[in-house]
């Protein structure tokens, strides 16, 4: 699924938070969103999942406007994980899971086989077929930041929208969570804040600051030295990971 945003802007109470926001996402390819705290990362992804309806410009999904679509065929367009995944009561991972199937089931439908056989398949997609009759809540940090993942795939959508999804994750399941999300072949708009994942792990970057696009591309034709000490206010050296080959990036700060 291709992904449009034109002329996006949004507001909150009365306060202009992002400004004529233009942005791509190709089917298949992970856009990573990055930039400085309170430059409008996750509001731009709060229009796209819409929690947050922009007041001007227009967000698509294969050439449909997604703010026009009737909520449940939304919902079928494109799944979200969020920075507060937390559910407050006392779900097992296969039913945090089979929430993901509501956009397709009617209002008084019940699970059926094919919704479980979906379900069964998303948890062995993100490796936690395991847990499926454990508490959510004992999980640790990463199993649920996985078991949520496997709630996005169950609702079947072609476009995953994740805001920082490895905060307070630990370095292991860090890592492991963005192999994952990379693996999955969906199209990904994902906010980072970390500028190593980002350049190892996106395909393009989209850098906001103010509210307003200062540079998209790929990662190594963003992340110059100049431009992450301008923008970000720290050192930088890039080059290739001397493990993976991937593009990396070191920071430090000026003092």
């Known amino acids: 699924m291709r992904l449009d945003i034109a002329g996006l802007t949004a507001e909150i109470g009365s306060k202009r938070i992002i400004s ?44 449909r406007n997604l703010w026009r679509m009737p909520a449940r065929q939304a919902a079928r367009q494109r799944a979200v994980v969020t920075q507060h995944g937390d559910l407050s009561a006392e779900f097992s991972v296969g039913e945090v899971v089979a929430m993901g199937r509501a956009p397709h089931k009617g209002l008084f439908e019940r699970e059926n086989a094919a919704d479980r056989a979906v379900v069964d398949e998303s948890l062995k997609r993100v490796d936690m077929l395991w847990a499926i009759d454990r508490l959510f809540s004992t999980l640790s940090g990463g199993e649920r930041q996985r078991v949520l993942v496997g709630r996005a795939l169950a609702q079947e959508a072609p476009l995953l929208v994740l805001d920082e999804p490895t905060n307070h994750l630990d370095v292991r399941a860090q890592l492991a969570l963005l192999d994952l999300i990379r693996s999955l072949g969906l199209t990904l708009l994902a906010a980072l804040h970390d500028l190593d994942h980002a350049a190892a792990y996106c395909d393009h970057l989209v850098v906001l600051q103010d509210g307003q696009v200062r540079a998209a591309g790929a990662p190594l034709e963003v992340l110059t030295p100049e431009f992450v000490a301008e923008v970000f206010g720290v050192r930088a050296h890039i080059g290739a990971h001397p493990i993976t080959g991937r593009p990396h990036i070191a920071v430090a700060s000026f003092t």
Do not use: H, Q
């Not at 856009?31 to 400085?36: K, W």
């Open 20 to 63: 004529d926001i233009d942005l791509v996402a190709e089917p298949g390819r992970f856009v990573g969103l990055i930039g400085p705290n309170g430059s409008g990362k996750s509001t731009l992804l709060r229009t796209v999942y819409r929690a947050l309806r922009p007041t001007g410009g227009i967000v698509s999904l294969d050439g």
